[in-house]
């Protein structure tokens, strides 16, 4: 089991190596390559992991809860290599997207004066239809950015159940009395509102801040 596991996360830690390559690489074709190549290892990776969670149940319960352990810390750290190679898969889209355009734009030549005056006489409307494409492209950064921060968070709230599970069994095990416990969880329930209100704030500063640059 244990050797099954160090495969996975060499699996793991390769994916994440192609990450790192993702994000310095600036070619478009060669960004392609590395993207798909890692979403075949994700895949890939993704298989074992279904395998390691099928052997768990056969396993000696005295090997079986560390290595439930280690399998939740896989998945948690697949989950979120997922994640981040979406946003930069769709970071790249769009990176794309843009240059066609840009390249579009840039191709296109003037025959006569008179279509240049026609066309000089829409700037106004070609300036609002160029910042309505932006907003667009923008709020489709903002929307996928915040799919995968409540997919993160989703994840993180799975880890977190996972922990105060073991965090519980450790704490009986070695004997702290339930008022200690009960000390601990209130410590985190109010470190929760906390966090629940900071994302709150910023949530209302992002809009605040959309809202000023889009109509001051």
Not at 61 to 81: C, E, G, N, T
Not at 91 to 109: G, P, V
Request: hydrophobic content about 35%; aromatic content about 10%.
């Amino acid at each position: 089991m244990d050797t099954q596991i160090k495969s996975v996360r060499e699996e793991v830690e390769n994916v994440q190596l192609l990450l790192i390559a993702i994000d310095r690489q600036t070619g478009n074709h060669e960004v392609d390559r590395l993207i798909q190549d890692a979403n075949s290892s994700l895949i890939k990776t993704e298989t074992h992991m279904f395998r390691l969670e099928s052997q768990l149940g056969r396993e000696p319960p005295a090997i079986r809860q560390m290595a439930s352990f280690k399998v939740d810390q896989l998945k948690s750290d697949v989950y979120l290599i997922k994640s981040s190679l979406r946003t930069m898969t769709n970071r790249h889209d769009n990176r794309k997207k843009q240059a066609e355009e840009k390249e579009e734009l840039l191709k296109r030549r003037f025959t006569t004066n008179q279509e240049t005056r026609v066309d000089l006489g829409f700037d106004h409307e070609l300036n609002m239809n160029e910042k309505l494409k932006y907003s667009d492209n923008m709020l489709d950064q903002m929307i996928a950015q915040g799919a995968s921060i409540f997919e993160d968070l989703q994840q993180q709230k799975f880890s977190l159940l996972s922990i105060n599970k073991r965090f519980h069994f450790l704490t009986k095990s070695l004997g702290l009395s339930d008022t200690t416990i009960r000390l601990i969880e209130k410590r985190v329930r109010e470190d929760k509102k906390l966090f629940y209100i900071g994302v709150t704030c910023c949530l209302i500063f992002m809009f605040c801040f959309y809202y000023w640059w889009q109509y001051c």
